[in-house]
């Protein structure tokens, strides 16, 4: 599966933005995703994930009750809504997709090329 990421731009803080990542593949459904966000100088970090039927999320600490991460399978694409943003917000965000492969016995990744977020202050 193949992921592009998009939606990024700048925003005051307090402002909103919507981050989409469409798949390509008919697969798509039977991945769970979930996005990261790597900020300058800093590691890649986790931001929220959903399953492959979209009945589970689970977001990080810092953005629990801010972004809201949801899925549409027949459109193979996922979305992160983020309200209230804040200038520590400000990271390239990117989009992945995770199965377990029963031929390999080992987990399998995609990551998308990732969209940049900025929050002004």
């Known amino acids: 599966v193949q992921l592009q990421a998009s939606g990024g731009g700048l925003v005051q803080a307090g402002g909103s933005l919507r981050l989409s990542c469409a798949a390509s593949?008919?697969?798509?459904?039977?991945?769970?995703t979930g996005w990261f966000r790597q900020a300058p100088g800093k590691e890649r970090e986790f931001v929220a994930a959903?399953?492959?039927?979209?009945?589970?999320?689970h977001y990080a600490d810092s953005v629990k009750g801010r972004f809201t991460i949801s899925r549409n399978n027949a459109k193979n694409t996922v979305y992160l809504q983020m309200n209230s943003l804040k200038p520590e917000d400000t990271a390239v965000y990117y989009c992945?997709?995770?199965?377990?492969?029963?031929?390999?016995?080992?987990?399998?990744?995609?990551w998308g090329q990732g969209t940049q977020v900025t929050v002004s202050s």
């Open positions: 959903i399953s492959w039927s979209g009945d589970s999320t």
């Open positions: 593949g008919r697969t798509f459904s039977s991945y769970a």
């Open positions: 992945n997709a995770r199965r377990f492969s029963s031929t390999t016995m080992s987990w399998e990744d995609h």
